[in-house]
């Protein structure tokens, strides 16, 4: 166990974190939403996103701070986490159609 708090500005987490995600152009309003031929529902990987995510950010970022800024970014922007059968991994799920 480390002796020392870990800093992270949990904020510019979030904010690269949403940055990299396929679906971050969801915040359009509802008319582009509802003409956009993307309608259809977003997913990734939570593995692939902290591998895509990793190299923007300091290297003290563990994927404690990922999971718990993705579950900040679930309830802010409407997204669903779907587990996997096995446990190693979960889908992020966006459904356009879906208010925030």
Same mark, same amino acid.
């Given at each position: 166990?480390?002796?020392?708090?870990?800093? /992270?500005?949990?904020?510019?987490? +979030?904010?690269?974190?949403?940055? $990299?995600?396929? %679906?971050?152009?969801?915040? #359009?309003?509802? @008319?582009?939403?509802?003409?956009?031929?993307?309608?259809?529902?977003?997913?990734?990987?939570?593995?692939?996103? /902290?591998?895509?995510?990793?190299? +923007?950010?300091?290297?003290?970022? $563990?994927?404690? %701070?990922?999971?718990?800024? #993705?579950?900040? @970014?679930?309830?802010?922007?409407?997204?669903?986490?779907?587990?996997?059968?096995?446990?190693?991994?979960?889908?992020?799920?966006?459904?356009?159609?879906?208010?925030?």
């Amino acid at each position: 166990y480390e002796r020392f708090a870990k800093r /992270v500005d949990v904020k510019k987490l +979030k904010e690269s974190i949403w940055g $990299t995600l396929p %679906f971050q152009d969801a915040a #359009m309003d509802d @008319l582009t939403r509802a003409t956009n031929d993307l309608a259809i529902q977003s997913k990734v990987s939570f593995e692939e996103l /902290v591998q895509d995510v990793a190299p +923007k950010v300091p290297p003290n970022v $563990t994927v404690s %701070f990922y999971f718990i800024c #993705m579950l900040h @970014l679930a309830n802010d922007k409407g997204l669903e986490l779907v587990g996997q059968d096995d446990m190693r991994d979960f889908q992020i799920l966006h459904d356009p159609s879906v208010p925030r």
